[in-house]
């Protein structure tokens, strides 16, 4: 469903009077349900119950000699929200069959280590990156060749904010958008069964959300 859809089937949900046909220049009622569903996304969107996984991209990026600080604007990726240290890796070749991981650090350390005296300057195959409080990604040492940056990063997913666009969540979840934005209306009506209603329903496919994006269980070797 794309966002005029989505604000027609809280229409529906909500047995509320009357139809909707455009998301834009709305006043009243219309305004508020519009409003409560492209909240309701982002509410979703920034959720700590799920790791989003299909928020997550790939990327590889050819690195600038020298240079040890980049930008998300400098290596291709302006909607990033989060960088993922953990996935990266650096290789000379365009083919990546020679890629070593960089080993990820707080940024603590790594300014104690490798922005400290000589350090600054080392130009060698970079072994290290982490994350500025600027939130640049900053990677030592610096390379000395342009070597490309393969890693994984979390999308800033834009609003709904126009009648066509769609949610990045799985069509199949699209109703978890208007189960939420019913939350909204119900607390709005002081209505408690439509609360309810909500509650209900959001759970039931935030719970097939949670099984299918969670990280997968490992267990390990016994102790002893």
């Not at 989505?6 to 519009?34: D, K, M, Y």
């Not at 600054?120 to 390379?143: F, G, Q």
Request: glycine share 6%.
């Amino acid at each position: 469903m794309n966002f005029l859809q989505l604000c027609q089937r809280l229409f529906i949900e909500g047995g509320i009077s009357g139809q909707i046909t455009s998301v834009q220049n709305q006043t009243g009622e219309a305004l508020r349900i519009v409003t409560w569903v492209a909240g309701a996304y982002r509410e979703i969107l920034n959720s700590d119950q799920f790791n989003l996984n299909f928020i997550r991209k790939s990327t590889v990026a050819q690195l600038t000699p020298g240079q040890g600080t980049y930008t998300k604007a400098q290596l291709g990726v302006p909607t990033l929200g989060q960088w993922d240290t953990d996935t990266m890796r650096v290789a000379i070749n365009a083919n990546l069959l020679d890629e070593t991981f960089l080993i990820g650090q707080r940024y603590p350390e790594f300014r104690d280590y490798w922005e400290f005296s000589s350090r600054r300057a080392v130009l060698s195959r970079p072994l290290n990156c982490t994350v500025t409080p600027e939130t640049d990604l900053r990677i030592a040492p610096l390379p000395e060749a342009p070597y490309y940056l393969n890693f994984q990063w979390t999308e800033v997913a834009p609003d709904l904010l126009d009648a066509g666009d769609v949610p990045v969540i799985p069509e199949r979840w699209h109703m978890a958008i208007v189960w939420r934005a019913l939350r909204h209306y119900g607390l709005f009506e002081s209505a408690p069964e439509v609360v309810m209603r909500a509650d209900t329903s959001y759970r039931e496919i935030a719970f097939q959300m949670t099984l299918d994006q969670s990280p997968e269980i490992v267990v390990g070797n016994p102790i002893c």
